[in-house]
Each structure stands twice: as structure tokens, then as C-alpha cells.
């Protein structure tokens, strides 16, 4: 079996589109989430439903060829590990200085194009999210970047990271210490199954687009 071939789909795929997993001293399956633990690793396609897929069917035994311990809730470990990697680099970004929070500057760090992406706690109101979203697209319109936004954490988890109170919207800024972030976030959404409200802003951008053409 390859290395980074997916012991469910039996698919190869890049090492950031897999979660590594090796068997502790205990014969209990650990996540790998840094790729770096000693022993012998097996692969699954990194999102959840691939992971439960993986407990479910006692694919890891299988994949080791011994007797191990699937956690009862192997799936959630990993998206708390997944979670508090991107928290801790959230607030390494904020001692950085490459965080904007509360929506009229992570609005204006949008307008502007500082924004590399922007995250709304799981508490912010639909009003706010929507003003910060006619920026995006405003963004978008005048030739610049699509700047995603990604709605994975609640106020407490946000505030504790970012060291404030009641932080409900953050930009965060590009740069070499938000990129750091941004792979965070992006490795948690795919595992959580992906952001569909940006698709669908995405989507409204190019059908608005098509629409004016038509109009001229």
C-alpha cells in the first residue's frame, strides 16, 4: 500500500488532503495531525465522514494487519486537534499583529484588500455577516480577491484566542503569519465539510457578473 493512499477510498492524494494515523504503545490508533510521529502510518482522506467510515469498518486494523483500539470517538479527537492547531495559530497571528476584530475595521481590512479571509463566530447575527459579505463582493467586483469567510468557532473559543471579549467578527490579515492561519482553518473546514455559504457567494458574484454583461 502506498504511504499516502487513503485506506478507504484506496485513492492517492497529497499529504494535506490526508490525516496520517499510527498505533500508540497502547495498540490504541492515534491522529497524526502534524505528520511527524514515529512508526508505521496509514492515511484517510482528511474529513470526517471518511475517518467514521474508517472506525466503522475496522479499516485500521486492516491497515496495520494487528489488533488495535479504535477511540469510540476517533472522529471527534481529530477535529479537536484540528481545532485547537488553528486556534493556537490564531492567536500566534494576533500577537503578530495580523488580526483586525469587530466588524467595521474587518470590513474595512476587506474594502481594502488586507483581508486574507475573515471568520463570524457561530453567535454573529445574520445583519452582521451580511454587511462584511457586501464587502466581499464589492472586493470581488472592483478586481480583487475573493476573501473567504469561515464560521467554525463560537464567540468564547474566538475571544479566548484572540485574548478580547465578545469577539464575534476577525479579519485576518495577509502575510506570512495569516497564511500560517489560513492553512489551519482550511485543513478544519474540509473536515468539517467545506463552507457552503462561500460557495453560494461565490456563485451569486458570477451570476450578478453574467447578469450585467447581458445588460450591455
Given amino acids: 500500500m502506498n504511504d499516502r493512499t487513503c485506506i478507504v477510498t484506496r485513492r492517492q492524494a497529497e499529504p494535506d488532503e490526508l490525516i496520517r494515523f499510527v498505533v500508540g504503545p497502547d495498540s490504541a490508533v492515534v491522529p497524526d495531525i502534524k505528520k511527524n510521529l514515529p512508526g508505521r502510518g496509514c492515511w484517510v482522506t482528511a474529513d470526517r465522514l471518511h475517518i467514521d467510515k474508517a472506525a466503522a469498518k475496522n479499516l485500521f486494523a486492516r491497515a496495520f494487519k494487528a489488533q488495535v483500539t479504535v477511540p469510540a470517538e476517533l472522529g471527534g479527537m481529530v477535529d479537536g486537534l484540528l481545532s485547537r492547531s488553528a486556534l493556537g495559530m490564531l492567536g500566534l497571528?494576533?500577537?503578530?499583529?495580523a488580526i483586525a476584530l469587530g466588524a467595521t475595521k474587518v470590513e474595512s481590512?476587506?474594502?481594502?484588500?488586507?483581508?486574507?479571509?475573515?471568520?463570524?463566530?457561530?453567535?454573529?447575527?445574520?445583519?452582521?455577516?451580511r454587511k462584511i459579505n457586501q464587502a466581499r463582493r464589492a472586493t470581488v467586483h472592483l478586481g480583487g480577491p475573493a476573501i473567504l469567510a469561515y464560521k467554525l468557532f463560537s464567540e468564547a473559543e474566538l475571544s479566548l484566542a484572540l485574548g478580547g471579549t465578545n469577539v464575534i467578527h476577525a479579519a485576518v490579515?495577509?502575510?506570512?503569519a495569516g497564511r500560517a492561519v489560513q492553512k489551519r482553518m482550511v485543513a478544519l473546514d474540509r473536515?468539517?465539510?467545506?463552507?457552503?455559504?462561500?460557495?453560494?457567494?461565490?456563485?451569486?458574484?458570477?451570476?450578478?457578473?453574467?447578469a450585467a454583461e447581458d445588460m450591455e
Avoid at 473536515?191 to 453574467?210: I, K, N, Q, T
Fill in 93 to 97: 497571528a494576533r500577537k503578530a499583529g
Fill in 191 to 210: 473536515y468539517r465539510g467545506g463552507s457552503p455559504d462561500d460557495l453560494a457567494m461565490l456563485a451569486a458574484v458570477a451570476d450578478e457578473d453574467d
Fill in 109 to 129: 481590512a476587506v474594502r481594502g484588500g488586507l483581508a486574507l479571509f475573515v471568520l463570524h463566530a457561530a453567535e454573529a447575527s445574520d445583519d452582521g455577516v
Fill in 173 to 176: 490579515l495577509a502575510g506570512d
